[in-house]
């Protein structure tokens, strides 16, 4: 059937709101393609939709069908994004795969939140190990004035001194100690990250597809 | 688990090899796919997010995409198996037989000792 101008202005809205919210997350090139057959996906709907009195009604069962275009784009971007990270195991591409992920479930947020807090610990071991140089009485392992059997101090810290009662015991050993362990942490939340990336696309590999259940 | 949830998994954990079956025939275009699963099978899925696992198995290798131009009013991207399809496919359907086979057993194992235990009573 051939559509009105009103039709042909709301399949070409879909189109664009489509386009938009793929632009943020793939290519320019593989964004062109996605539209390229999503329209062609919906002139063959169209084409063989029976002709209605309210085409307007037939449009939106249509465009149900098919999805709202913001959920079609999250899709593609999960898929490849996902995709990405587990290839590459670039940093960027697997934090960014990771809240993805953390969008989409009570799971995925738990291990994103898990893996934030890995890659955030590790960043500041390194941090510290470039401070102390800079701040040599301000960076190190800090152990408190008294004992723990006198019940207040809890034992060393480590980070900058912002507390009066505590005293600050770490020379410039500090520093390998901070480098392996930041970069341990690092090294050991990006491969974690690798795997729960691994792991969640196997378990899941429709992840994407919002199944109905069998009538 | 619910059992809602449990079937929702086997939908989902079968919807690779349905789509590599889908295109094992010959070169499909997507809208071909989706009703084509939805003849045969009850993996009755929201269209619009069917593309990108297509677009996944393409990146795997599995499947090869190509454009036709002139064979509707308006062109039609084509999907059809690639040779590592083929042999990831072969793959697959012997593993699903092999597990579905084990399943089965099971089944009727339980059943057989269901009917001796009433037959004993």
Redesign the interface.
């Known amino acids: 059937m051939i559509l009105s101008d009103t039709g042909t202005s709301r399949i070409n809205g879909y189109l664009f709101v489509l386009e938009r919210s793929l632009a943020t997350v793939l290519p320019r090139e593989s964004v062109r ?2 539209v ?6 919906l ?3 169209i ?1 063989a939709a029976q002709a209605v009195p309210d085409e307007r009604v037939m449009l939106e069962k249509i465009l149900t ?3 709202p275009p913001q ?2 784009a999250q ?2 971007s ?3 994004t996902v ?1 990405e990270a587990i290839v590459t195991g670039k940093i960027w591409a697997i934090a960014r795969a990771v809240w993805h992920v953390a969008m989409s479930g009570v799971l995925g947020f738990l291990a994103g939140l898990g893996l934030f807090v890995g890659y955030f610990v590790g960043a500041i071991f390194v941090i510290l190990a470039i401070l102390k140089p800079i701040f040599p009485d301000n960076v190190g392992i800090w152990v408190g004035d008294r004992s723990i059997s006198e019940g207040v101090d809890i034992g060393p810290r480590v980070g900058v001194n912002v507390l009066g009662h505590v005293h600050n015991v770490g020379g410039y050993w500090v520093i390998p100690i901070f480098v392996v362990a930041g970069f341990g942490l690092l090294f050991l939340s990006n491969r974690g990250a690798r795997k729960f990336l691994v792991w969640w696309r196997g378990r ?12 | 688990m619910p059992l ?1 949830t449990w ?2 998994q086997l ?3 079968s ?2 090899l349905a789509i590599l079956l889908t295109v094992s025939a010959g070169p499909r ?3 071909a796919i989706i009703q084509h699963l939805e003849a045969f099978t ?12 297509l ?2 198995l393409t ?1 795997d290798g599995l499947l090869d995409s190509y ?1 036709v131009e002139d064979e ?6 084509y999907y059809r198996l690639t040779r590592q399809g083929t042999r990831r496919l072969t793959d697959m359907k012997s593993q699903w037989r092999a597990f579905a086979g084990k399943i089965e057993r099971l089944m009727e194992a339980a059943s057989s000792a269901e009917r001796n235990n009433r037959d004993s009573e």
Request: aromatic share 8%.
């Open positions: 393609d996605v390229r057959e999503i329209d062609s996906h002139r063959d709907r084409s069908e098919l999805g959920r079609v899709a593609y999960v898929e490849r995709d899941r590999p429709g992840f994407s597809i919002t199944v109905r259940p069998a009538s | 809602e079937q929702e939908r989902r954990g919807l690779d275009y997507g809208l009850d993996l009755i899925v929201t269209e619009g997010t069917i593309y990108p696992i677009g996944r990146r454009w509707a009013p308006h062109p039609r991207k």
